[in-house]
Structures are given as C-alpha cells and as structure tokens.
C-alpha cells in the first residue's frame, strides 16, 4: 500500500486496522523496523523486476518500488548489490 509512491506506515496500519504506534510496538516485539522491511521489500521487488522479459526503464522500475527518483534506486542498489541497476542487470 503505498500514497503517492510511498509506502507509509500509517497507511499499512490502517489496512491491519492498528493505530501506527501499535504497529511500530509489534514490530519491535518480533525485531523487526518499519525502514527495514520496507528496504527488504524494496530489494526484492527489484529484482523481480529486472528479470522480467519486457526490461522495464530503471525508472519506471524506480517508480514501482516506490522511489520518486531514480538516483535514489542507484544508490539503493549499490548498497545492496555493491554495483548499479544497469551493470546488475547485465
């Protein structure tokens, strides 16, 4: 669930019927973060993305993961992967 290309804890909340705070609370109580999760979702999606046959651009993959730019799925990248979406997707 995402607003504007986002995805925010208030609305992912919302969809479980939790106040925000609750969540964040039950998260801690599994070890989990909010940031977390979503970067590992993030990272995920990603790579389902770049192996689809039709190669979408980078930045409408950017977009898909939620990133309103595409020097921001770079950066992203190189963290997880230590090289850019162009050279992974080779």
Not at 31 to 51: I, M, P, S, T
């Amino acid at each position: 669930l995402a607003v504007g290309g986002y995805c925010v804890l208030g609305v992912i909340a919302a969809a479980l019927a939790l106040h925000p705070k609750t969540l964040q609370r039950r998260l801690v109580q599994e070890g989990e973060r909010f940031d977390v999760l979503l970067d590992e979702v993030r990272r995920e999606r990603f790579v389902e993305l770049l192996a689809q046959p039709t190669h979408p651009a980078m930045a409408q993959i950017a977009l898909m993961v939620g990133y309103s730019e595409q020097s921001t799925l770079a950066r992203s990248c190189r963290r997880w992967f230590g090289c850019s979406p162009s050279a992974l997707r080779r």
